[in-house]
């Protein structure tokens, strides 16, 4: 091979890497907040698998990709805010809920993916996704234009939500409210503030994440929805959550590990590397599973993860 | 003006809260002027902690009113409490171990805008410290406090809010003697400044540090009185509603023969530290060793290494000359040693359980309760019945969840137990915590009993008074060390104090 053809290679797999990444650093940042919050949403693939059905339909219907987008956002919201309802208000357990939505959600879509086909004659339409944005003079920088800044509005979005949630849980009082309800809800009950309002305010933010993902893997990543396309991401968002101690920039290196593990796994196919493709398909899963037992470290864990919140 | 003409800080006025059919405080009254110290004093479940959750916005009150300076007031949620100047120190402790102090305190206090202020508030805080002489290091993270040190944060939240009445639901709970003088001479500083202080305790020799004391019992104030017109047997007796002897008759016996032998023995807690430190000691017969110590200096360790369920890293424990080291818990109980454990329902009972089976928790195996691998139920109920009538433990029948117990009766549940299989000794670590006068009366008595009867005994507690009144020999402990051991006459509340803080003799002299 080539030298140039090598080169073209690992920049086309870098900038891969970087557009996988957005929809899961997207659907990640989104669950951090809401674990943040005291509440494990293990619903997040279901969450963005509605969404991105949502937005498919939708945009098909309308024809318009901005109203495809909002209404995946939309439909994001309203699964995680469901879940809101469920284990903030009526304190049902949340692994439950959180299974509960992700079987719905497969099922849901399969079923409603099936009826629409009908509405169409059987044929599966498609939309023009969004393209992506060059920013004027940094994309022409050899090869670091071409990775970063050719990309979806959404990619550059995601990598900036980093550091906004960042400087919110951090540096501003109710991001510290928010860490304070993962750790110790009382405190702020005691001071008389809304335990309930802020955990449906973390989840309301989560869904408009979760949406936004699954409206990109759609409207951006592909042209179509496909039944389960989300394929593991959610759960994948929870892998790296863990992996990433609960701490933002940890996570977006944990969400650029497995994204890299994914395009790695793309080119690999699409060059005819000797491994067996299964084996290649389940790269970022087996990843996932060393991250499991490799990353002891749970320091930042919220104390009150998991737990309904009751005063006394 | 004087005084006397001013409308009091704080006032309640038939104050009745009942949770459904439960009556939790009936036509309450009293008031707390300006710089006055009032004490709510009362069993457990005499109605003291929901009168505070009332006067702090927590609940609403069914009738009745709350004034504060002269104007009713009604709260809907703690806010509009604190923006009456009232704010509360709980009980148990409400922080987030992994943020800092400054965060703890700005926690959720509402100025303007999205921004913290830390260094604004930071000296805000700074000033509080040094106006009631407290010294603590704003940036460390809570978990790194020791527990006085939490309990100052507890302090600086409340009158961060610029809190003038403070309600401390007991604030000395976790106190070393030394941290809780400490706490009275802040209080004192508070009233100085004219603050007012509702104080919750049930520990007498607080009560007797306020201005006036306002006793409840069932929920209703039994006593209204002003502290310098009452004792501490009229009190007790309020609050009991019957006269309680305040400290147990101890009678002369010359200890007999060693029965557990403790030799270099070292224990490591749960995160693989040392707890337990090299101690060394020997309980006789009739006789009670006390350890004198604020809990969380190896007591617990201490105890499970000697039941068996924790193992130790050196030493030796021998029971009547027999060698115990590396023992099961099955191996305890079977020679005979009882344990008392100091979280109850953790390690010493099964909640969801009735209370037949948890009487015989540990000895199911035996002929008197089995036939082979068969429960004998008829048996067990019998037994279970005959412990109920024995200690008194007030449950509507042996198959009763043993969780719906108060902790008073579920304590006896183990008493019954470990009373009924123990033969020759007895580990009771804070046999007492959490319960009310009437029964610790009851506890003190029957600990003596079996000292009378030959046991030997081990005593944890907090309580200095305790330890002092039942103790042949008192043994101090701080951080895993035996830091003295003295006979019970020798012994002084203040030297003990000293060595509880792990300060050495020679230092504290």
Request: neutral net charge; hydrophobic residues 45%; charged residues 20%.
């Amino acid at each position: 091979m080539s030298e140039l053809f090598t080169q073209a290679i690992l920049i086309a797999m870098f900038a891969a890497t970087v557009r996988i990444a957005a929809p899961l650093l997207l659907v990640s940042i989104g669950e951090l907040v809401v674990q943040r919050a005291g509440i494990w949403f293990l619903g997040v693939e279901g969450s963005m698998l509605m969404a991105a059905f949502a937005a498919y339909f939708i945009s098909v219907a309308s024809d318009s990709l901005s109203i495809g987008l909002f209404a995946g956002i939309g439909m994001g919201i309203t699964v995680h805010l469901s879940m809101a309802v469920a284990t903030v208000t009526l304190k049902i357990n949340q692994f439950i809920t959180g299974l509960g939505i992700n079987l719905l959600a497969s099922g849901l879509t399969l079923l409603l993916y099936r009826e629409s086909l009908k509405r169409f004659n059987g044929e599966v339409p498609t939309v023009i996704p969004f393209e992506t944005v060059a920013l004027p003079g940094i994309s022409q920088i050899p090869i670091l234009g071409e990775i970063f800044f050719d990309q979806h509005i959404f990619t550059y979005l995601a990598f900036a939500m980093v550091g906004v949630v960042w400087a919110f849980l951090y540096r501003t009082r109710y991001g510290l409210e928010i860490r304070a309800l993962g750790e110790n809800p009382k405190a702020l009950d005691i001071k008389g503030l809304s335990v309930s309002g802020r955990q449906y305010a973390a989840l309301a933010f989560g869904g408009t994440m979760a949406g936004l993902a699954g409206a990109v893997l759609v409207l951006a990543l592909t042209d179509r929805f496909v039944p389960n396309m989300t394929n593991g991401r959610g759960w994948l968002a929870i892998v790296i959550i863990i992996a990433g101690n609960w701490k933002p920039l940890p996570i977006l290196v944990a969400v650029l590990v497995f994204a890299f593990l994914e395009a790695f796994q793309l080119q690999a196919q699409g060059i005819g590397l000797d491994i067996p493709y299964q084996l290649l398909l389940a790269l970022p899963y087996i990843g996932a599973i060393v991250a499991m037992i490799g990353l002891q470290l749970r320091s930042e864990q919220p104390a009150h993860l998991g737990v309904p919140y009751h005063r006394e | 003006m004087t005084a006397e003409q001013n409308p009091p800080r704080l006032e309640v006025h038939g104050l009745t809260k009942t949770f459904g059919p439960v009556i939790a405080n009936t036509d309450v009254s009293f008031n707390v002027a300006r710089g006055e110290i009032l004490c709510l004093l009362g069993e457990n479940g005499a109605g003291k902690s929901t009168l505070s959750s009332c006067l702090y916005g927590f609940y609403r009150p069914d009738k009745g009113q709350i004034l504060c300076d002269g104007m009713p007031v009604s709260f809907n949620s703690p806010r509009d409490a604190i923006a009456r100047g009232i704010g509360m120190v709980h009980q148990h402790f409400v922080l987030v171990p992994s943020m800092t102090v400054v965060e703890n305190i700005i926690l959720g206090t509402h100025d303007h805008g999205w921004a913290l202020n830390l260094e604004k508030k930071a000296r805000k805080i700074s000033d509080l410290c040094a106006r009631y002489d407290i010294s603590l290091d704003l940036n460390a993270k809570i978990w790194q406090l020791s527990v006085g040190e939490q309990q100052w944060v507890e302090i600086i939240k409340v009158l961060f809010l610029d809190a003038e009445v403070l309600i401390l639901d007991e604030p000395t709970a976790v106190l070393t003697p030394h941290e809780s003088k400490k706490l009275f001479a802040i209080l004192q500083k508070m009233t100085a400044d004219n603050l007012s202080i509702i104080l919750i305790s049930h520990k007498l020799e607080e009560v007797l540090q306020s201005d006036k004391i306002v006793v409840l019992r069932k929920g209703r104030i039994v006593g209204n009185v002003r502290t310098v017109d009452t004792t501490r047997s009229d009190l007790t007796s309020m609050m009991v509603g019957r006269p309680v002897m305040l400290r147990a008759e101890r009678t002369d016996i010359t200890p007999g023969a060693p029965v557990l032998q403790v030799s270099n023995l070292t224990v490591l807690n749960d995160k693989g530290q040392t707890a337990v430190n090299t101690m060394t000691f020997t309980v006789h017969e009739h006789e009670i060793l006390g350890i004198a110590g604020v809990s969380g200096n190896g007591q617990t360790e201490l105890f499970e290494a000697l039941i068996g369920v924790r193992d130790s890293q050196t030493g030796h424990i021998q029971l009547s000359g027999k060698d115990l080291t590396h023992h099961s818990p099955m191996d305890a109980i079977t020679n005979g040693i009882g344990y008392i454990p100091d979280d109850r329902f953790r390690a010493g009972l099964v909640g969801p359980f009735s209370v037949e089976d948890n009487t015989i928790l540990g000895i199911q195996k035996r002929a008197e309760f089995a036939d082979g691998p068969i429960l004998n139920r008829r048996r067990i109920r019998n037994f279970a019945r005959d412990a109920i009538d024995r200690f008194g433990i007030v449950t509507p029948g042996p198959q009763t969840r043993t969780d719906t117990l108060s902790g008073g009766n579920a304590q006896k549940v183990i008493l019954a137990r470990e009373f009924w299989s123990a033969t020759k000794c007895i580990l009771a670590n804070q046999p007492t915590r959490g319960l009310d006068v009437g029964i610790i009366e009851y506890v003190h008595q029957i600990l003596l009993e079996k000292r009378h009867k030959g046991f030997a005994i081990v005593l944890a507690s907090e309580e200095l008074e305790d330890i002092l009144a039942l103790s042949d020999r008192i043994a101090v402990v701080s951080k895993g060390q035996i830091m003295g051991v003295f006979h019970a006459d020798e012994a002084n509340i203040d030297q003990l104090g000293l060595l509880m803080a792990g300060q050495a003799l020679e230092n504290a002299a």
